[in-house]
């Protein structure tokens, strides 16, 4: 199992963050190999990827969502992952997101882009460009869902 830890600060307030990150249909426009996420229910979502010319499609279960803290996730098909981004007040107007995700790559191509950190790149840029786009709309965030998902043992 491969581990990334990445972080960015952004300047919005805390809650804007949240709120923003759990549009989960908006990743596209942001996360960088993600074509299309569909938010099945409260707490199931299907993913098409193509990464390094890879086609992915997955499904991921939230399992823990606490509002302006944490949002959990897990593969539940295909893919093996899982990974929390955490969301930290650095003060009224300024925040830190924190993503950790855990994977098993598969294949010559993935193993090889693990080891060299092509994964930490990836996630480090798809967290820049959530900067970029959360700053770039005036501190607005495009819907949000403030709801709480605990699924202990999940």
């Keep these: 199992m491969t581990t990334v830890t990445e972080s960015v600060d952004v300047d919005v307030p805390v809650r804007t963050a949240y709120n923003q990150w759990t549009q989960f249909e908006e990743f596209p426009r942001f996360m960088d190999g993600v074509q299309e996420i569909r938010q ?25 969502q606490l509002p302006d803290e944490r949002v959990a996730w897990k593969a539940t098909d295909g893919e093996k992952q899982a990974g929390v981004v955490t969301f930290h007040r650095l003060d009224d107007t300024h925040t830190r ?6 994977f098993e790559p598969e294949g010559v191509v993935e193993k090889t882009g693990a080891a060299l ?4 790149h990836r996630v480090k840029g798809d967290l820049r460009r959530f900067k970029e786009f959360i ?12 709801g709480q998902v605990d699924r202990p043992g999940i």
């Design 40 to 64: 099945l229910d409260e707490t199931h979502l299907h993913w098409k990827t193509e990464i390094a010319g890879v086609k992915r499609e997955f499904d991921a279960e939230i399992t823990e």
């Design 97 to 102: 997101l924190t993503v950790q995700m855990d």
């Design 117 to 120: 950190g092509v994964v930490d």
């Design 135 to 146: 700053e770039d709309r005036d501190g607005t965030e495009t819907g949000s869902w403030r």
